[in-house]
T-cell receptor, first 114, second 109 residues
Framework: GAVVSQHPSWVICKSGTSVKIECRSL??????MFWYRQFPKQSLMLMAT?????????EQGVEKDKFLINHASLTLSTLTVTSAHPEDSSFYIC??????????FGQGTRLTVV | GQNIDQPTEMTATEGAIVQINCTYQ??????LFWYQQHAGEAPTFLSY????GLEEKGRFSSFLSRSKGYSYLLLKELQMKDSASYLC??????????FGAGTTVTVRA
C-alpha cells in the first residue's frame, strides 16, 4: 500500500510553546490530507481537511488559529500546534488521499504538553 | 454527516471466527473502510468496500450492503495478535472519513 510518513513520532513540549508535525506521502501525490486527533480510548476525530495550495477546511469546534495547517506541496502537509497547553496533549494522526489512492495513515504523533 | 455504530467490545477464543458489525447513516456515501488499531499506534488499513458484496483478503473479509447501510468485518482463525481495536469508517464525496467508536476485540487462548 501507499506510504505516509509522519514525523515526529512523539514530542514533549512546554506549555506555551509551538510544535510542528509533518506528514509526507512518499510514493504518491496527495491532493488531500486530513488531520485527526485521538484522545485515549476514543475514536479518531477529524480536525481539518487540507488541499494542496489552498486554505485548510476546519471542522466545527477546531480553532484554526491554534492549529495551523500548511499544504504547500503535493507530498507535504504540516500541522503546527501553537501556544500548546496540557489539554492539547493527544495523539495526532494524518492521512493522505490522492486520486485512486485509498486513505492511508501516518504513524501518528504523541504530543505531551507539560 | 455520518452516524456510525459498532459494538464496543467482543471477546473470542484463539482459532475462532468473529464478526464485527457496523451500521451507518450517511449523506453522500463514497466507500467504507475497516482499520485495525493497536494501542498507541496509528490505524492500519484492512479493507475497502464501495460496491455491495464480500471482499476477501486472507483471514479477513468485509461485506457491504449499501441499501441497508450495513457492513461487517469477519476475522477468521483468530490469533492472539488480532487483539486490537477495529474501526469502521465511512467516506463521503469530499473524501472525508468519519469513524465509528471502534470495537475492541480480545482474543483469549
Amino acid at each position: 500500500g501507499a506510504v505516509v510518513s509522519q514525523h515526529p513520532s512523539w514530542v514533549i513540549c512546554k506549555s506555551g510553546t509551538s510544535v510542528k508535525i509533518e506528514c509526507r506521502s512518499l510514493d504518491f501525490q496527495a491532493t488531500t490530507m486530513f488531520w485527526y486527533r485521538q484522545f485515549p480510548k476514543q475514536s479518531l476525530m477529524l480536525m481539518a481537511t487540507s488541499n494542496e495550495g489552498s486554505k485548510a477546511t476546519y471542522e466545527q469546534g477546531v480553532e484554526k488559529d491554534k492549529f495551523l495547517i500548511n499544504h504547500a506541496s503535493l507530498t507535504l502537509s504540516t500541522l503546527t500546534v501553537t501556544s500548546a497547553h496540557p489539554e492539547d496533549s493527544s495523539f495526532y494522526i494524518c492521512s493522505a488521499s490522492g486520486g485512486e489512492v485509498l486513505a492511508f495513515f501516518g504513524q501518528g504523533t504523541r504530543l505531551t504538553v507539560v | 454527516g455520518q452516524n456510525i455504530d459498532q459494538p464496543t467490545e467482543m471477546t473470542a477464543t484463539e482459532g475462532a471466527i468473529v464478526q464485527i458489525n457496523c451500521t451507518y447513516q450517511t449523506s453522500g456515501f463514497n466507500g467504507l473502510f475497516w482499520y485495525q488499531q493497536h494501542a498507541g499506534e496509528a490505524p492500519t488499513f484492512l479493507s475497502y468496500n464501495v460496491l455491495d458484496g464480500l471482499e476477501e483478503k486472507g483471514r479477513f473479509s468485509s461485506f457491504l450492503s449499501r441499501s441497508k447501510g450495513y457492513s461487517y468485518l469477519l476475522l477468521k482463525e483468530l490469533q492472539m495478535k488480532d487483539s486490537a481495536s477495529y474501526l469502521c469508517a465511512v467516506r463521503d464525496r469530499d473524501y472525508k472519513l468519519s469513524f465509528g467508536a471502534g470495537t475492541t476485540v480480545t482474543v483469549r487462548a
